[in-house]
Each structure stands twice: as C-alpha cells, then as structure tokens.
C-alpha cells in the first residue's frame, strides 16, 4: 500500500540555517505530495503541494520538488527563523477522490536565535 | 486556502459524560471529512471518514459507538464522544476535502481533557 517515511527529529538549528527534511514515499499511480506545517497547540496548515512530476512547491521561502525516479519530496528552506519552530508532516493523497492523506510521522524542527 | 472551522478547542468533561465536537467548512463543500486523533508527539491517527449523508467508515479498532460520526451536509460533520473516559484524552483534528480538489484543510483542533 502507499506510504510515506519522513526523516525523524528533532530537527535543532540555529537561526539562519539551511533546512533540509527528507521524505520519501511509495505509491501506485500518481499520488500529489503535501508538506503541512503543525504550529503547537493547532491543527494542520498547508504549506505546499506539488500535482505532478518535477513540479515544485513553494511557500514562505520554504521549497519541494516532486522527485518521480527517487519517489522523494525532500522540504528544504534557505535560511530559518525562530518562527519556523513547529511539526512538519510530509504526505500524500492517492488519485481517489474521498480517500484520507496519508502522512508521514513528522518531524519536529526547533530554531534557536 | 479553504477555511476549516472546528469547535470547541478545549473541552474538559467528566468521565461518563459524552462531547461533541463539531467541524464546518466554511467557505466550500466538504464531501469527505475525517476525524484524527493525534497523541502527544506522535502522528496523527485516522480514526474514520465520512462522506455526506452516508453512515462513516472506521479505521480498524476505532469503536463506530463510542465515536459517533455524523456528516449531515456538505458543510458539517460532528464527533461525538460517548461516555468519555481520561484514556480518551487526546487532541482530535478535523479535515476536509472537496471532490475535485487534491489536498485536505484541517481544523485547528479540540483537547479533550476528561477528568
């Protein structure tokens, strides 16, 4: 069955940073591939998504880039703030409209000044 | 981005009294929604789908009476938790998808807290 496999944190970086957090899924078909973004105490915010092949997601200086032969969507961002401190989830939705996302187990990511 | 309302987003409840927690889309037609449970540190747990006006389908060893789903519109699904016990404690997440588009919109979650 489709799954995903995000790496596992704690993530700890100093403020300015390269973010790099790895995921990898396996899928039949075409899945689209999600970062969401878990602020404590909230639920789930989209952060960025990606349809197809070689498509990139970006938001917030926060990129992904849709890997087909390494079946990988690695989140990546520049330079990190303190604000960026949360839970990112990795996930994937099947072509069958009405199915759940399917998500990583997330990672935790804590930015210091 | 698609809003999705949940409410309330603390509870707390004595042991044996039943919660309900209730989860709107706001601004579009929800025609799945799924209710997640997430524990501390953890990922989130796929309790049950719903699709509107049909009866919810659970995740194996979710208890269908204990959580009772209900997904009467397009916009607006409940969860009840009947006869809450403290092991029920958690933090429940709604989400939402329309039909034609790919990803979910989550609400911003309720902590249950039975005492």
């Known amino acids: 069955g489709n799954s995903v496999t995000q790496m596992e944190g704690p993530v700890t970086l100093s403020e300015e940073a390269f973010l790099t957090i790895n995921c990898t899924y396996t899928?039949?078909?075409?899945?689209?591939l999600f970062w969401y973004v878990q602020y404590p105490g909230e639920g789930l915010q989209l952060l960025l998504k990606?349809?197809?092949?070689?498509d990139k997601g970006s938001n917030k200086g926060f990129e992904a880039t849709y890997r087909k032969e390494t079946t990988s969507f690695h989140l990546e961002k520049g330079s990190v703030q303190v604000s960026d401190s949360a839970v990112y989830f990795c996930?994937?939705?099947?072509?069958?409209?009405?199915?759940?996302?399917?998500f990583g187990k997330g990672t935790t990511l804590s930015v210091s000044s | 981005g698609a809003v999705v309302s949940q409410h309330p987003s603390r509870v707390i409840c004595k042991s044996g009294t039943s919660v309900k927690i209730e989860c709107r889309s706001l601004?579009?037609?929800?025609?799945?929604m799924f209710w997640y449970r997430q524990f501390p540190k953890q990922s989130l747990m796929l309790m049950a789908t719903?699709?509107?006006?049909?009866?919810?389908?659970?995740e194996q060893g979710v208890e269908k009476d204990k959580f009772l789903i209900n997904h009467a519109s397009l916009t607006l699904s409940t969860l009840t938790v009947t006869s809450a016990h403290p092991e029920d404690s958690s933090f429940y997440i709604c989400?939402?998808?329309?039909?034609?588009?790919?990803?979910?919109?989550f609400g911003q979650g309720t902590r249950l807290t039975v005492v």
């Open positions: 899928a039949t078909g075409y899945p689209s």
């Open positions: 989400s939402a998808r329309e039909r034609t588009v790919t990803e979910a919109f």
């Open positions: 601004d579009f037609q929800a025609t799945t």
């Open positions: 996930a994937l939705s099947d072509s069958q409209a009405g199915t759940a996302l399917i």
């Open positions: 990606a349809t197809k092949a070689d």
């Open positions: 719903s699709n509107e006006g049909s009866k919810a389908t659970y």
